[in-house]
């Protein structure tokens, strides 16, 4: 799914035309609006900035808040499955993630303020396909998957699949981002840190010790190029310099590419550094 980055007339703000509205109350009744056609929104942080006063806009929006299987956080076979439509304050004030999961709280925290994490959710974080997100980047590192249902069926697919590009995201029409897993998360030890000079990341690094691979740290560098690209080493190795510059980096709205390029070096390093730090931290209690 590919979100617009023109929209062709502008009408005064004010005399748009009103969509439909639905209001499902399960999951199916969510799936069929979706498969009509219905455009899904949670809070809308995305969907009603870009659309507001712009033509086309959606003929009927379905709204997620009231689908209680879209929402809350729980462990499912050693894996922390998070509702799609899970407030982003509610994930950063949830005490399974504190326990779990803290590197997902601190990140959380870091994004908007407190009116956007009150209506923003983690699905809909993703489903924007920003480049810039916070969440993006650290999910990649962590290897999470995402599930996706449509009316007679599901799919799973790793959140680095799903993201195909800015504001590109592997979502066919009638489908809906349902689950977000992160894979043992008691076992994983990262560190996240980030360059933003205005609403939006320019670039960041998310550094992880995954579960059954203890000797490898796997570095993820977000909002560099189009996509979160991912870099791994041997545990206790310097950065090979060399590889973080021949990184795809596109300039932005706050930086070149040439910043970039000498910024990521550094950014890793100190990330890495931090990562350090958390490994030789006492273990956290078991989830």
Not at 12 to 18: A, K, M, T
Not at 97 to 104: A, E, F, M
Not at 128 to 144: H, K, N, P
Not at 236 to 242: I, L
């Amino acid at each position: 799914m590919s979100l617009p980055t023109t929209i062709p007339q502008r009408v005064p703000v004010g005399q748009e035309p009103l969509p439909r509205l639905v209001r499902p109350e399960s999951l199916r009744d969510a799936l069929d609006a979706a498969w009509a056609g219905c455009t899904p929104y949670r809070g809308g942080t995305v969907l009603f900035g870009e659309f507001e006063g712009w033509q086309p806009q959606p003929a009927a929006l379905v709204d997620l808040k009231r689908v209680a299987e879209l929402h809350g956080v729980r462990l499912q076979q050693d894996e922390l499955v998070l509702g799609a439509a899970t407030p982003l304050q509610a994930v950063l004030s949830d005490p399974l993630v504190n326990r779990c999961l803290p590197i997902l709280q601190q990140v959380t925290g870091m994004i908007g303020n407190i009116r956007v994490r009150t209506a923003g959710s983690i699905g809909g974080n993703l489903c924007a396909g920003e480049r810039s997100s916070d969440l993006l980047t650290l999910l990649v590192a962590l290897d999470a998957r995402v599930v996706m249902a449509r009316s007679g069926g599901s799919r799973t697919v790793t959140i680095s699949d799903f993201h195909l590009g800015h504001r590109q995201v592997d979502l066919q029409p009638g489908e809906l981002l349902t689950e977000i897993k992160v894979p043992a998360p008691n076992e994983a030890r990262a560190a996240y840190r980030k360059v933003q000079f205005t609403g939006r990341p320019s670039l960041s690094v998310a550094a992880v010790v995954r579960a059954g691979q203890p000797d490898i740290q796997h570095v993820v560098i977000g909002a560099a190029g189009d996509r979160p690209q991912s870099i791994t080493w041997p545990l206790g190795d310097q950065p090979a310099t060399e590889v973080i510059r021949e990184l795809a980096y596109a300039s932005d709205h706050a930086f070149g590419a040439k910043y970039k390029r000498a910024a990521a070096v550094v950014l890793v390093e100190r990330t890495l550094q931090d990562l350090a730090a958390v490994l030789t931290a006492s273990e956290p209690p078991p989830c």
